[in-house]
Every structure is written in structure tokens, then in C-alpha cells.
């Protein structure tokens, strides 16, 4: 079993950076990917970016390149999305999730079906 929990979420100006992390708990978490994803109201959740389990393969969704990165730290079983260059339409809900098939390969693809652990979410909210 594997459990999420976000933080670092809140109200910024557009222009402005937020950092949000992600606490796992489990033993093997070093050795899942690990995704980032958000949902706007009225929309559907969606891909931002995601880390594989060596911390060496990042890939991030076209509308937050140059912008967003993912890190990890596998000794304090944490993910983290730096956001730089906010925008109001960056504001939403904003999830962690877990593919938990070990060693795993598919940090790239951005489908949700990939990810079978997710966190209850943070608030992010971008004011212009």
C-alpha cells in the first residue's frame, strides 16, 4: 500500500513560484515513477509532468516546459514540482501520483491509467 500526501499549495501572483511536494509512504518507493497531474474546475484531470524511479528521466507536459520541474529524493521518500512563471491558468487542484510497477519505464506516457496511487491533492490559485 502506498500513501500520498501533497503540501505546499496556495495563493501566488501570476509571475510568481510555488513548490510543491509530494511525502510517500511505503518501502518501495524509490523504485516507482511518479507523476504530477491537475484538474481545473469543470475539467478533466490532467498530465503536468512525471519522474522515473532513478530520478534521472523527467518529461513534462508541452504547456509547462521551461517552466515546472520535477525532483525527487528518494531518502525522504518526497516528489517536488518547482512552478516558476505562474499563470492564472495554472491555477487548479494539483495531484501526486504513483505508478507503482517497480522499476517501470513509463514516466513518459501521461495517461492516468498508468498510476494506481494518487494523493487527495493541493490547492494552487494564480492571481493575475
Known amino acids: 500500500q502506498v500513501q500520498l500526501r501533497e503540501s505546499g499549495g496556495g495563493l501566488v501572483q501570476a509571475g510568481g513560484s510555488l513548490r510543491l511536494s509530494c511525502q510517500a509512504s511505503?518501502?518501495?518507493?524509490?523504485?516507482?515513477?511518479m507523476g504530477w497531474f491537475r484538474q481545473a474546475p469543470g475539467s478533466e484531470r490532467e498530465f503536468v509532468g512525471a519522474i522515473n524511479w532513478s530520478g534521472d528521466g523527467t518529461y513534462y507536459a508541452d504547456f509547462v516546459k521551461g517552466r515546472f520541474t520535477i525532483s525527487r529524493d528518494d531518502a525522504k521518500n518526497m516528489v517536488y514540482l518547482q512552478m516558476n512563471s505562474l499563470k492564472p491558468e495554472d491555477t487548479a487542484v494539483y495531484y501526486c501520483?504513483?505508478?507503482?510497477?517497480?522499476?517501470?519505464?513509463?514516466?513518459?506516457?501521461?495517461?492516468?491509467?498508468?498510476?494506481?496511487?494518487w494523493g487527495q491533492g493541493t490547492q494552487v490559485t494564480v492571481s493575475s
Open positions: 511505503g518501502r518501495s518507493f524509490s523504485s516507482f515513477g
Open positions: 501520483a504513483a505508478d507503482s510497477l517497480p522499476y517501470s519505464g513509463n514516466y513518459y506516457l501521461p495517461e492516468k491509467a498508468n498510476y494506481d496511487y
